[in-house]
């Protein structure tokens, strides 16, 4: 992803935001923001469990955008996640075009079983 990219995270989460652990870094993510849930990371020896996710999410977090559409993810969930919510896929995608200014997009099918590598032609 370019500085100020989008990525935009399709799912339906049908099984919900993830582990109770996962849950409760999002949490803490959500309560102390990101500078200061790192800054606690690097305070203690060692992660609790699962927060090595959280912390891996704000590494993408911190270069763009990340948009989430999560049509089966609850309300309460949706808020922990704290990525942009979005509600009309097609809009996003447009609106993310408009503010790259190129019609070109990546889709990326089973995301985390995949590494995308980009090659200049």
Not at 23 to 31: E, N
Not at 40 to 55: F, H, M, N, V
Not at 59 to 79: C, F, Q, T, V
């Amino acid at each position: 992803m370019s500085p100020g990219g989008d990525i935009i995270v399709v799912s339906e989460c049908s099984e919900g935001i993830g582990s109770d652990e996962y849950l409760a870094a999002q949490k803490v993510l959500f309560k102390l923001g990101n500078k200061s849930f790192l800054e606690q990371l690097k305070s203690r020896e060692y992660a609790q469990i699962d927060e090595w996710q959280t912390e891996m999410q704000l590494k993408p977090m911190a270069l763009g955008n990340i948009h989430l559409y999560a049509p089966d993810l609850s309300r309460e969930d949706k808020k922990y996640t704290c990525v942009n919510q979005v509600f009309d896929l097609n809009q996003t995608i447009k609106d993310s075009i408009i503010r790259s200014g190129s019609p070109k997009i990546a889709v990326i099918p089973e995301g985390p079983y995949v590494i995308p590598i980009y090659e200049k032609k």
